[in-house]
């Protein structure tokens, strides 16, 4: 501090210049700590920006991994649905195909008994 002292002291300046001086720079100083303070609030701000995205980069993958196995189970689905709906196709015709085949029995079941009875059988003649 002598050293600086000595320094303004050899200096053609006066005392009232050498304080106008130091309250000049004084604010810088304090400008220095306040502009160190709000770098270190903005990393600060970065870091807790940086862990949201990676929480948020992995909520979405695991959201894309659901996604992805929806979209699976729904074509699992889609394709049993299929299946179900073409083996139901294929019994209803069946059924319809037995019932025709049922009708078409009886009708001529029905067609042949009339005419039996229509007819009684005649005298069983022998000869000797």
Known sequence: MTAIAGLFRRLPISGGAIIAL?????????K???SQDRI?????????????LQ???????????K??????????????????????????????????AAVTAAAAVAHAAPAAAASPPGPHVVHP
């Open 67 to 100: 996604l992805r196995d929806s979209q699976s189970e729904t074509r699992k689905a889609q394709a049993q649905a299929r299946q179900a709906t073409q083996a139901a196709t294929q019994a209803q015709n069946q059924s319809q195909a037995s019932a025709a």
């Open 55 to 65: 929480s948020l980069k992995r909520e979405l993958g695991d959201t894309k991994q």
């Open 32 to 34: 220095a700590q306040s």
């Open 40 to 52: 270190d609030a903005i990393e600060r701000q970065i870091q807790a920006l940086q862990g949201e």
């Open 22 to 30: 130091m309250t000049a720079l004084s604010p810088v100083a304090a």
